[in-house]
């Protein structure tokens, strides 16, 4: 950075005078605001008067046929960018007070929308009808709620079948102590699961463990079952590998092993 700059920069810091300021900053601010004011005027009416054109201009014929998309792009805008900044403009002639106004949005919190999906969505499981205010941020809640569901009804199968699982290899190594005893492998960032589906369907099966734990009241009898549960994912884990290994002639291709 140019230190002539910079000294400059600090003078014009050191010598800042707050009245002087405001006498400097106020016109400024009327010309920004009116400038503003102006530009929306303009998009406005040129949104207006396209949409009651069937969305499209044509001046001389021959000539291209021009849309309010067009518009947006001719004057350095695009489209969504405009009518995002139109929607809580209202020009005079159409404004109760007479006056250009800019309406103040009432932002829900994340909480309050999702609690209104959630009420939507269960009035549309009752009755199989869109209730009023339906939303694309309702129907995505409601498939990830939907996806949600699955992963654990698949988890819960899961853990139900790893307890009833029956060996089919004989590793000659165990695999799942010496993964255990490698330094680094409780950093479970390093081997994040790339597939988003997978990292679903591995969270809903640690959820679904946990949950069949603690419905175990006696702390003995919860004991045990983790101990079984451990044994039976050891048994899964070694057989898994060593399958693996006999299809790799012998290698093991596994990063964690590595």
């Given at each position: 950075m140019n230190e002539l700059r910079i000294a400059d920069w600090e003078i014009a810091v050191s010598s800042w005078d707050y009245d002087t300021a405001v006498e400097r900053a106020r016109p400024l601010v009327h010309r920004w605001t009116q400038a503003n004011i102006d530009l929306y005027r303009e998009l406005y009416l040129a949104r207006e008067a396209l949409s009651r054109r069937g969305g499209s201009y044509k001046h001389i014929e021959g000539e291209p046929v021009k849309t309010w998309s067009d518009f947006c792009e001719e004057i350095g805008y695009t489209r969504r960018a405009v009518n995002a900044r139109l929607k809580n403009f209202v020009p005079a002639e159409l404004s109760e007070t007479g006056t250009d106004t800019f309406l103040i949005e009432n932002k829900k919190s994340k909480t309050d929308r999702m609690a209104e999906s959630l009420v939507r969505i269960q009035e549309y499981k009752k009755t199989g009808m869109y209730p009023e205010g339906w939303c694309d941020e309702d129907e995505a809640l409601m498939r990830r709620m939907e996806a949600e569901d699955r992963a654990a009804r698949t988890a819960h199968d899961a853990v139900i079948n790893l307890l009833k699982y029956k060996r089919r290899f004989r590793p000659s190594r165990d695999y799942f102590t010496e993964m255990l005893s490698r330094e680094g492998i409780r950093?479970?960032?390093?081997?994040?699961?790339?597939?988003s589906r997978?990292?679903?369907?591995?969270?809903?099966?640690?959820?679904?463990?946990?949950?069949?734990?603690?419905e175990i009241d006696d702390l003995n009898e919860r004991a045990k079952a983790a101990a079984n549960l451990v044994v039976r994912l050891k048994d899964v884990?070694?057989?898994s590998i060593e399958e693996a290994v006999q299809a790799a002639g012998g290698t093991v291709p596994y990063e964690v092993m590595e």
């Open positions: 950093e479970i960032s390093k081997f994040k699961i790339e597939d997978l990292r679903n369907a591995q969270r809903a099966a640690g959820d679904s463990v946990a949950q069949f734990l603690y884990i070694n057989d």
